[in-house]
């Protein structure tokens, strides 16, 4: 089935570490991104990529890096430079150029926690 | 982008129908008007977008005001599965489309 698949559900690290978190899609998609989520908040835009090689930051990016090497996978790193690293993180992904009518399609999420 | 404004949290009795509000006052003439819900812990979901007519489709209706300056999600019929947050979202033109998410309604849907 097509679909977007993020990897592990739960992850835990130790505060000081770098964590990647994954992010695989067949939907042959060009557009991937990645959110960020605390607990009772929306969602808040890290890093998205329009197409391989290429991406952009959001609105959150400090601490974070990603990288674009094939089509089906947007990894995101999280750094020890990020502050506040435990939250939910949810990886989308969309066709590219972006159509008005284009809908999002959001991995089931990995649950960061750094103790 | 332009900002959407959607009520915290609102509560519905099951097999009622819910009218979620979304103002968006700064909207563009080509900015489509998209709604995703999201379930306890996971990902969000599409649930149905429009630009200027009203559109149905097997999840809910979306009923957009005349000037677009305002739409409203209508769930016909709440069940418990249909408690979750809903996002109103707009659609940008161009090519850096980032997708973005404001806080959502908080639907809460009981006996």
């Known amino acids: 089935d097509g679909g977007i698949t993020q990897s592990p559900k739960y992850l835990f690290r130790k505060e000081g570490q770098n964590v990647t978190l994954s992010c695989e899609q067949n939907?042959?998609?060009?557009?991937m991104y990645w959110y960020r989520q605390d607990p009772g908040q929306g969602l808040r835009l890290i890093y998205y990529s329009q197409i391989v090689n290429d991406f952009q930051k959001g609105d959150i990016a400090e601490g974070y890096s990603v990288s674009r090497e094939k089509k089906e996978s947007f990894p995101l790193t999280v750094t020890s430079a990020q502050k506040n690293p435990t939250a939910f993180y949810l990886c989308?992904?969309?066709?590219?150029?972006?159509?008005?009518?284009?809908?999002?399609?959001f991995g089931q999420g990995t649950r960061l926690t750094v103790v | 982008d332009a900002k959407t404004t959607q009520p915290n949290s609102m509560e519905s009795n099951e097999e009622e129908p819910v009218h979620l509000p979304c103002n968006h006052s700064?909207?563009?003439?080509?900015?489509?008007i998209h709604w995703y819900r999201q379930l306890p812990s996971q990902g969000p979901e599409y649930v149905i977008h429009g630009l200027t007519s009203n559109v149905n489709n097997r999840m809910a209706s979306l009923a957009i005001a005349e000037d677009r300056k305002s739409s409203t999600l209508i769930l016909h019929r709440a069940t418990l599965r249909d408690a979750a947050v809903y996002y109103c979202i707009l659609r940008p033109t161009g090519t850096a489309s980032k997708l973005t998410f404001g806080t959502g309604t908080r639907l809460q849907v009981t006996l």
């Open positions: 939907l042959n998609h060009d557009a």
């Open positions: 700064t909207i563009s003439g080509t900015d489509y």
């Open positions: 989308a992904s969309s066709t590219y150029p972006l159509t008005q009518n284009t809908e999002a399609f």
